[in-house]
């Protein structure tokens, strides 16, 4: 089976929706370098390269705590590096580094209900 997730985050999310082990293929956002995610039972099991690291784009909401700034605000980076290049360039993006580890845990943690309405699958196929 092969399908789509909305971004990279989304794409994490195909394994909470699924229940089923899945390989991501995305492409770092600055340099276009492959980033390949391969779950095993919710977690992840391998992570080429070894250094990628997650960028959970985030926005303030009016009551002062943060939320996710949607799929066009995420993304996978080979390493730290590439991201912080990424950011200087990008200066309005705002969010933080985190492990690829945590982005799939956290789509792990949602109950079925959340994970249908924030993961869209298939929806954003490229064209």
Known sequence: LQTWGCCSHC???????TGKDIEVREKDRLTGKP??????DGKVASL????????????PKPDG???SAGCFHQGFFTDADS?????????YE????IPISQALADKMKLSPEQIQKACKIGECSPK
């Open 11 to 17: 794409a994490l999310g195909v394994a909470a929706r």
């Open 94 to 97: 705002t969010g933080r580094l």
């Open 65 to 67: 705590t943060w939320a």
């Open 83 to 91: 991201l912080k290049k990424w950011v200087q360039a990008n200066p």
């Open 35 to 40: 980033v390949i995610v391969k779950t095993f």
């Open 48 to 59: 080429t390269p070894p250094t990628a690291v997650a960028w959970f784009g985030q926005r």
